[in-house]
């Protein structure tokens, strides 16, 4: 299980896991009817309680968070978090990486 939290202010964010299905089981400390999906989007201050389906091919695949914006034309500031989700055994240098498309 892992635990998603937004501490931005303002800003709605994706999360994803490359070709990774997530369930999610609980926001903001509240039980919901679980649901699962390819990407999930967090609100300023919530919390996210999401289980990860760990189904693909042994190997290293990327994380991404990225905003929500509605405006079109307008400028903003697209600063996304990147990391990784490696599973035990995986080779170094190979990489699956997954475009999202955050609007």
């Given at each position: 299980?892992?635990?998603?939290?937004?501490?931005?202010?303002?800003?709605?964010?994706?999360?994803?896991?490359?070709?990774?299905?997530?369930?999610?089981?609980?926001?903001?400390?509240?039980?919901?009817?679980?649901?699962?999906?390819?990407?999930?989007?967090?609100?300023?201050?919530?919390?996210?309680?999401?289980?990860?389906?760990?189904?693909?091919?042994?190997g290293?695949?990327?994380?991404?968070?990225?905003?929500?914006?509605?405006?079109?034309?307008?400028?903003?500031?697209?600063?996304?978090?990147?990391?990784?989700?490696?599973?035990?055994?995986?080779?170094?240098?190979?990489?699956?990486?997954?475009?999202?498309g955050?609007?």
């Open positions: 299980m892992s635990r998603l939290i937004n501490a931005a202010l303002n800003t709605e964010n994706f999360f994803v896991i490359a070709y990774h299905k997530l369930t999610v089981v609980e926001a903001d400390a509240e039980y919901t009817k679980s649901f699962t999906t390819d990407r999930v989007m967090v609100g300023p201050g919530q919390t996210m309680n999401v289980l990860v389906t760990v189904d693909q091919p042994i290293k695949y990327s994380m991404a968070m990225g905003p929500y914006m509605s405006a079109k034309n307008g400028s903003f500031q697209n600063i996304s978090a990147v990391a990784y989700f490696q599973y035990v055994g995986a080779a170094y240098g190979r990489m699956y990486i997954e475009i999202i955050c609007n």
